[in-house]
């Protein structure tokens, strides 16, 4: 069953651990992702940019896919399906299609206007259960074509947000999309104790999971981050375990160009991934 992101990352707040959201983008993804979490007993978020969502025909046709994945592979474990970095109109289609969760990016908009938006879905969230997640101060690196600075966020404009009813919020912290430069300067744990100071109980979300040291990690979670966004290491594990594949020539051999062997390496490289952040996340066994 799909649930709200909301009792998972409370828990989690409280458990001092963090929930993963792993981004999908076809069915093997959200198979390996599944079935990780399920193996591993720990609750899981899956991801979707609107981009994924286009590439996977568009919201229904994801709602379909994971319902039927969860009924089908008998996945106990709590999962969200959770719009990532929506529009407005992005959350909306989603909230109408059938998701469980939905982020709004409103960090582009004057912060008047991230608030009048946000407070829009505030009410529709709250009255359908569904977990809203919101977004102060943009998170750096490029995002379905949209560049930031990897600013850090300001405390006072995330109480603001906070204060709205939002289920989790993003706050940039130096984190960024994507691989992270070599003169990266870390997170400003500063920002992130500061934040955490004026929000209070609310669960904080890491974007841009992707190499970010493991002690890092570890203390963003001990400092209030209850939820850390994967994306793109996913992807370069698929990448590189599919490359070796076909370099080693196994597609010429036998049956090796049949789909299901071809993709075979590189979802069993999603699912050790998976696993190892839902270690280093805490959130094994947590289901
Ligand atoms: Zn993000």
Request: aromatic letters at 6%; hydrophobic letters at 40%; a negative charge.
């Amino acid at each position: 069953m799909l649930v709200s992101a909301k009792e998972m990352l409370n828990k989690a707040r409280d458990g001092k651990y963090a929930v993963g959201q792993f981004n999908i983008n076809n069915l093997e993804w959200t198979k390996a992702i599944l079935l990780t979490a399920e193996e591993c007993k720990s609750p899981v978020i899956l991801g979707v940019s609107e981009g994924a969502g286009k590439y996977m025909c568009g919201y229904s046709t994801i709602v379909g896919m994971v319902k039927g994945m969860i009924e089908n592979l008998h996945i106990t474990v709590p999962v969200a399906l959770h719009l990532d970095h929506g529009t407005f109109e992005g959350a909306k289609a989603c909230i109408n299609a059938g998701f469980s969760s939905i982020m709004f990016d409103g960090s582009h908009y004057p912060i008047e206007e991230n608030i009048a938006k946000t407070t829009a879905l505030v009410n529709t969230c709250d009255i359908l259960g569904i977990s809203l997640e919101a977004e102060v101060g943009s998170i750096g690196g490029e995002e379905d074509g949209v560049v930031g600075m990897g600013e850090c966020a300001d405390p006072k404009e995330c109480k603001m947000v906070a204060d709205l009813g939002v289920t989790m919020l993003a706050a940039g912290i130096g984190n960024i999309h994507g691989k992270y430069p070599a003169n990266w300067p870390g997170l400003s744990f500063d920002t992130l104790a500061a934040i955490k100071a004026e929000v209070g109980d609310m669960p904080l979300v890491l974007h841009g999971g992707t190499g970010i040291p493991d002690d890092m990690i570890k203390k963003a979670i001990s400092l209030g981050v209850a939820k850390i966004n994967v994306n793109t290491e996913c992807q370069l594990v698929f990448q590189e375990a599919t490359r070796k594949y076909i370099e080693e020539g196994k597609d010429l051999q036998g049956k090796g160009f049949d789909p299901r062997k071809l993709l075979a390496p590189g979802t069993e490289a999603i699912k050790a991934k998976v696993k190892e952040k839902m270690e280093l996340f805490g959130s094994v066994g947590k289901a």
